[in-house]
């Protein structure tokens, strides 16, 4: 077995949470796109999530097998997205995929469209992004850039050789997951970052691994769940008293950035809401200032359709 300083990757670097448990943290100009984990239960080796490619995906079951000593047993897919679950074809048929029933059902459905849609523009949005990167003039816009063409390098680079395999074992609600030396607790939200959402939580070591439900350093992508929704399951969360938390997206954070995520929402909420009650319409969102506590998160952009967002969410609730 091996430390986690030991390997390298291009495309994600590794912590070490707790003796055998690891964040694999994505690289900014890597191909994993997202966040994973690799936790070693004893007797048994689990990994947390696949990333978007299967380059990426390999490099993380190389990682698995040299720190824990042990081929992977287990993998689990969070949620459908594509960059949590695209690297699942890399692991060998003996690897279990464990999700959620309902997050199988939309790997079929939504994930399938996914797929579809990125066949159609997934090299035409990388060209265009190309372009505006060679005419960009300030470094902020370039480094914004080179995060799209790095996600569209990692869709266009994984298509030829995509294979989907699907969760093999599923599971509603609650599951745990034991081992010789530690535990694993499966916990799943419906309708906060997308249609169902898998914690893993890890009760003897205090750490929870987030995936989209949390982001750190970046905005969070609201688009597809519920807000309100994604408050609820953190209110949930808070009650696991764990210390140590790896969303989806960003650095490992401490419980702090559960009250981040938390006031983020409440801050654009009450944007919105100011607008609503006046009886604005929604083009008005376009001429508020991103506030600047939020002026260093990556992705500036999603900031415009999370405010849209709770605005319709405010209408729908009748203000």
């Known amino acids: 077995m091996s430390n986690a300083n030991s390997f390298n990757s291009r495309h994600f670097r590794l912590e070490q949470l707790s003796d055998g448990v690891y964040a694999a943290i994505n690289a900014d100009d890597g191909w994993a796109i997202s966040n994973a984990g690799i936790i070693d239960l004893g007797d048994r080796t689990m990994v947390y999530d696949a990333f978007m490619s299967p380059a990426a995906a390999s490099d993380l079951r190389e ?10 047993h287990s993998l689990v897919n969070s949620h459908y997205h594509n960059d949590h679950i695209w690297g699942n074809q890399v692991f060998p048929a003996e690897t279990d995929i464990i999700s959620s029933v309902k997050t199988r059902e939309l790997i079929i459905t939504e994930g399938t469209k996914e797929i579809q ?19 960009a003039s300030d470094e902020a816009t370039q480094n914004l850039l080179k995060l799209h063409i790095t996600y569209f390098q990692a869709i266009n680079t994984t298509m030829p050789i995509l294979q989907v395999r699907l969760p093999n074992i599923t599971f509603t609600g609650e599951m745990t997951y034991g081992g010789s030396r530690r535990s694993a607790r499966l916990i799943t939200y419906e309708g906060g970052h997308c249609g169902s959402d898998t914690i893993l939580y890890l009760p003897d070591d205090g750490i929870v691994y987030m995936e989209d439900l949390l982001f750190s350093g970046f905005h969070p992508y609201l688009a597809e769940g519920d807000p309100y929704e994604i408050q609820r399951i953190l209110s949930q969360v808070r009650k696991l008293q764990a210390n140590t938390f790896v969303p989806g997206h960003g650095p490992v954070g401490d419980a702090t950035q559960l009250d981040w995520m938390d006031g983020y929402i409440n801050c654009l909420n009450s944007l919105a809401g100011e607008v609503v009650k006046k009886g604005g319409i929604e083009t008005e969102l376009d001429s508020i200032d991103l506030p600047g506590e939020y002026q260093h998160l990556t992705f500036p952009n999603i900031f415009r359709d999370n405010l849209k967002l709770l605005y319709r969410r405010q209408l729908d609730k009748g203000g």
């Open 117 to 135: 849609e990125c066949r159609q523009v997934s090299q035409e949005r990388l060209s265009t992004l190309e372009t505006q990167f060679s005419n």
């Open 63 to 72: 990682a698995a097998e040299r720190l824990t000593g042990r081929l992977v």
